[in-house]
């Protein structure tokens, strides 16, 4: 038998080790953070991303140019900019001659020095200091709702470019920083309707979700549900013949589908289960059967491991005629491996899941044409399109030059400019408005 003071040595140690592993765990506690401080985090990385961002310089001077147009108090190079600006409604889309396609290239590089030069302005100078879009465009009806104010403009440019975005397939449009900078400007005031208040959240949510910011899109995503569910029928306008508790449901629905994508971005299949059963039966009370309602139950059933089930429910997808055909293969190609394999089914766990549900729910609302005349009228939406397909076509003549290519373009245009007996490198330097020296290319 070891001595007394041998085994009392060895509990000492003993005791002091499980105090130290204690200690150790309590601080590793200590270092995991909490969602809030995450959502914190990504919250600070948008808001950079905002001041940073590239994409927000022409659009923003574009807004700025419109709203401050015949003002006294505009700025003069935003004066400036709206003579380039304009002389940019009547080029061609698609160019034929080379004369042409340098004329247009010209026109577009011209406009772009224009907005760089208007960058320090941007600095000083707000939109918001000048009468809002609906009135220069549409001065002579009524606002599009009660207690219109910048914020709902803002409110109401995010939720179009989310929109123009999910209906188009070839990704032009770099929605996500626009989405943003509209968002932070749409502050909810007491005046505004409180179903547009929700939504609000509702879009900050999916902005979030869909640029992978999933801790601040899970706080925006409980809040609107929280607000929705605790606003009563009556506050929510019945849409294209739906009672106001039918609105109510479905927008209850559409945050509970939202929230369960964000979940799964979080690796958080079990709460993502539970918020899509939860939409599936918020639609079964307004009697909605399409895309949406094909995809949940058929996630459902394969959740319970119900795999005959859910491919039943993938096959009607698979043969929807809002899919494009490579969708349908794709989602077909799911069904039919499900069969095979069960537990295999990829397509529920990517984001490719929701490009697809998303796009044949515009396909089936008839594009966003047809959704902004539901939701304006046909002449208002002709009026409100127009000009966001103009910016468009604006955007993609400006908006793509970096730095590095905008110096790139410069170039090329100065050579043709020798071929064609133009003005020279001074000429375009004075262009530039530097010189022979300073002339600041960056944004």
Known sequence: ?????????????????????LALLSACGGCQKTDAARAAEERATIEKRIRDSYTLVPYRALKLTMRSEGEANAPAEIAALWGALDETRH??????????????????????????????????????????????????????????????????LA??????????????????????????????QPAWLPALRAVVRANR??????????????????????????????????????????SRETLLA?????????????????????????????????????????????????????????????????ASPYLGEKERREVQASADELRRHGEQLPIFLQARAALILGQALVARAGGLENLLVIVLGPERAKQVYAPIAWMDRVRQGVGALTPEKFAHEA?????????????????????????SGGTEMRP
């Open 1 to 21: 038998m070891p001595p007394v003071d041998a085994l009392s040595s060895s509990r000492q140690l003993r005791a002091r080790a499980a105090s130290l592993a």
């Open 91 to 156: 080029l061609p889309e698609n160019a034929v001659t080379e004369e042409e396609t340098r004329r247009v290239a010209q026109k577009y590089l011209d406009l772009g020095i224009a907005f760089y030069k208007a960058r320090k302005t941007l600095q000083k100078r707000d939109e918001d200091e000048f009468p809002l879009l609906w009135t220069k465009w549409l001065n002579d009806t009524p606002p599009l709702l009660p207690g219109y104010d910048a914020g709902q403009e803002h409110a109401v």
């Open 159 to 188: 939720a179009l470019w989310l929109l123009l975005d999910s209906s188009d397939r070839s990704n032009r449009v770099p929605a996500t920083e626009l989405v943003f900078y509209e968002l932070s400007r749409a502050t909810p």
């Open 205 to 246: 949510g999916l902005s979030f979700c869909d640029a992978g910011y999933h801790y601040a899109a899970e706080e925006e995503l409980n809040a609107f549900l929280a607000e929705t569910e605790a606003l009563p029928a009556e506050d929510f306008p019945g849409i294209k013949g739906a009672t106001a508790e039918q």
């Open 254 to 318: 559409a945050g509970y589908f939202l929230r369960a994508r964000n979940r799964m971005g979080l690796k958080r299949e079990r709460l993502a289960e539970e918020d899509i059963e939860r939409g599936l039966r918020s639609l079964e009370k307004v009697g909605v059967e399409n895309e949406l309602t094909w995809w949940g139950w058929a996630f459902i059933h394969f959740r319970r491991e119900r795999y005959e089930q859910s491919a039943k429910y993938l096959d009607k997808l698979a």
């Open 411 to 435: 170039a090329g245009t100065l050579d043709k400019a020798r071929e064609a007996g133009g003005e020279g490198l001074e000429a375009l330097k004075q262009k530039l408005g530097g010189g």
